[in-house]
């Protein structure tokens, strides 16, 4: 070949060549936008929730709300990261407005969410008494909307009537790392309580192709299933990809917290039922079966929930092939989450933009939303652990 075409071609390939994907800089991003975000709150009161698309202000929610535990959890991260003690300030005030929670009526699933993201990982991080007390009676809320007949947790006390029943949603999974938590810390029924919903959800929740419908709704006197719908997916039979996420970080966190195997066997079932429908792709269509692909929404947050997922499944997995699998899925993920297609700088000062919260309801279409932001600086820490040769917890 003429010199002077192999030089244009190597010029051209280092034009294009995307800067190196680290942890470390990607970290770095975050905590950069995170102080961005925190210089714009009006007060302790006030948690981050979205930035609709093109928008520059964060949505404010109070402590009520099911994202709160998110912001606090993101402030716990940047702590862990950066070991500054002004973050580990900020993590813990913006925490301890979540209290109440813990003290009143369930009001929903969400209780796990909101308290394991913030507290438990400002326990996780300081071993804090307090955040002990706080979680252990929030445990002890959640567990009362167990119904022993349904062998599951009932996610929207709110929707018993409209549903017709103990309804039950995948996105329940994550709540059950606080059950697990509080069976380690003082309260075996709690433990149970997590164990017989994993176990009843994995044989009613899903296909046979290992993909997961978004609700179940159950009799609430004979546990029957009456029948298996959506709520925030395109179709009752469609795959929302955030519930299939949901589903794969599930699974996973239960292997981890009972080392029951069919537990690991399923992680890898409903994992590998995502990446299948992935195919070649990173971040996922908002819904894997919505008519409107290309045109659909992507959803960043499904991405990001997933890419901590596998990680975790990655060490998991005794099969070096598939546990290398898994690994090299997440890393790609969060790189391509780390390009400027999917980062927030320059446009507002969320992590990540182009998430899909609520498609049906025609809410946070394509926005920046806190919890794609949550799961994106966990996986992020988790892999910087994990090239350091560190276990991710
Ligand atoms: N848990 C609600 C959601 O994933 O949007």
Redo the contacts with the bound molecule.
Sequence with gaps: MNIRITIGILLLTACHTAPTFTPQKALDYCTRQAAATAAQLPGYDSLPRSIATNGTRWKLVDYKD?TSGFWPGVLWYVYEYTKDTAWKNKADTYSRTLTPLAYNKAYDH?IG?QLYCSMGNGYRLTHDTSYRRILLAAADTLATLFNPKAGTILSWPRNVQQLGGHNT?I?NMINLELLFWAGKNGSPHCYDIAVQHATTTMHNHFRPDHTCYHVVVYDTLTGQVLRRQTH?GYADNSVWA?GQS?AIYGYTLCYRETHQPQFLTFAQQVADAYLQRLGEELIPYWDFDDAAIPQAPRDASAAAVTASALLELSTQVTDKVKSKHYYDKAVAMLAELSTPRWQSSGYNTALLQHST??KPNGSEIDAAII?ADYYYIEGLLRLQKLQKGNPIF
């Design positions: 099911w969400d969410f949603i996105d925030q955030r949901w919260g609520h919890y």
